[in-house]
């Protein structure tokens, strides 16, 4: 391809995706945040108690949730000891096969099985921009709307790298020529901008690109690995009384006891079979943190069916998680995401100024010597992104 190719590849990419990148970067930037802006709006902590408090069974747990809501099923538990510890988090419906939007949540010290929190998850300032950032309130097609525009976002970062060299082979990199006209600075910020960025812009928009199909590859997954896991209980009626929960758990890490119990999806939920507790496991280090072992256990015996690593497109999509919100290195690194953020907006936003600009600008230099003339028909391809 071509120079002119390329800035034609570059000028439309740009366009399409700039106004929904620019709705993404600026709600991405309180979800960067989220853990730490829960705490300041008032999340519920456990109680201060005496150290080495012992924990109650999760049997326990459980009954309190129901006795809370009587008429809704628990679908998950949750833990999260780093931000929230001695906490469990039970997710309950009306049904078992719910919306995932239907949620009820309650909050339970688990020391002390008593029931400290009811939030509401499907309100609010962060709910808002979280489900602008992943969907725009369109479900599955808005998510994969959402991917398809940040593989143009990479597109665009591509044929900007491309078309970088010719546009400004005569400069000293990092110039930005203040005395000329408006759009030439800004053409030049433009510029350098988007080269220190590169990098982070191409990690964010694919592993973006790659969350917006966690709906697909989950189905996959229940296609694939799941299936095959729970093949022997094929045509087996589910059970009628479920085992001890708190036994099934022990089962799971007495499998995988070199890993952490993430959260269990109960019988009958999209995470898990008829007829399992599906407990997730994950690991002890920076990396195997962000990775998922499910290990299947029977409901009605609480013996271990099967306990497997997950598939590689699993994997992919678990590991493009922490990676698109940095929140996998503490808060340095998300003040690093949220400056790089900002300077990805500053890009975005001189790229449209450029184009917008560009035929009142166009007239004006065609007015100037032959000298400038042909410094602004080096400039003019890449001003027209």
């Known amino acids: 391809m071509n120079v002119r190719a390329w800035s034609w590849v570059h000028k439309w990419s740009s366009l399409i995706c700039t106004v929904f990148m620019l709705l993404l ?12 802006i829960e705490h300041l709006t008032g999340v519920v902590e ?16 459980a009954d309190a949730a129901r006795q809370r809501r009587p008429g809704d099923v628990i679908r998950y538990m949750f833990w999260d000891a780093e931000e929230h510890p001695n906490l469990t988090y039970v997710s309950m419906a009306r049904t078992l096969d719910a919306p995932p939007d239907e949620n009820f949540p309650v909050v339970i010290d688990t020391r002390t099985a008593q029931v400290l929190d009811e939030p509401k998850t499907n309100e609010g300032f962060m709910y808002v921009m979280l489900k602008l950032h992943t969907d725009l309130f369109a479900g599955l097609p808005g998510m994969l709307f959402l991917g398809f525009m940040g593989l143009l976002l990479v597109v665009a970062i591509v ?3 491309v078309l970088y060299h010719p546009f400004t082979r005569r400069l000293a990199f990092g110039t930005v020529r203040t005395q000329r006209s408006a759009r030439v600075k800004w053409l030049d910020v433009h510029n350098l901008l988007g080269v220190v960025t590169i990098v982070w812009a191409l990690v964010v928009g694919l ?3 790659i969350n917006t199909l966690s709906q697909i590859v989950l189905g996959l997954w229940q296609q694939d690995q799941m299936a095959e896991m729970t093949a022997p209980y094929k045509g ?3 059970p009628t009384r479920l085992a001890s929960l708190a036994e099934s758990i022990r089962t799971a890490q007495s499998a995988v006891p070199d890993m952490d119990v993430r959260f269990v999806a109960f019988p009958g939920t999209a995470f898990s079979s008829p007829h399992h507790y599906t407990v997730f496991m994950r690991g002890n280090t920076p990396v195997t943190s962000r990775l998922l ?3 299947l256990i029977d409901a009605q015996t609480a013996k271990l069916t099967d306990a497997r690593e997950m598939p590689w497109y699993v994997k992919t999509l678990l590991l493009s998680q922490p990676l698109h919100f940095g929140d996998y290195g503490g808060l340095p690194l998300k003040i690093l995401w949220a ?3 900002l300077i990805t907006i500053v890009v975005l936003i001189t790229g449209l100024y450029l184009w917008l600009r560009k035929p009142r600008l166009v007239r004006r230099e065609q007015d100037r010597d032959a000298d400038q003339g042909a410094e602004s028909a080096t400039l003019q391809p890449e001003g027209s992104r």
């Open 25 to 36: 970067c600026l709600t991405g930037l309180p979800l960067v945040f989220h853990e730490e």
């Open 46 to 61: 456990a109680p201060e108690l005496a150290a080495g408090t012992s924990t109650v069974s999760l049997d326990q747990v």
């Open 159 to 161: 044929s900007g790298v």
């Open 207 to 209: 592993t973006g690109s």
């Open 236 to 238: 087996v009626p589910p």
């Open 293 to 295: 072992k499910p290990a």
């Open 339 to 341: 400056i790089l953020d």
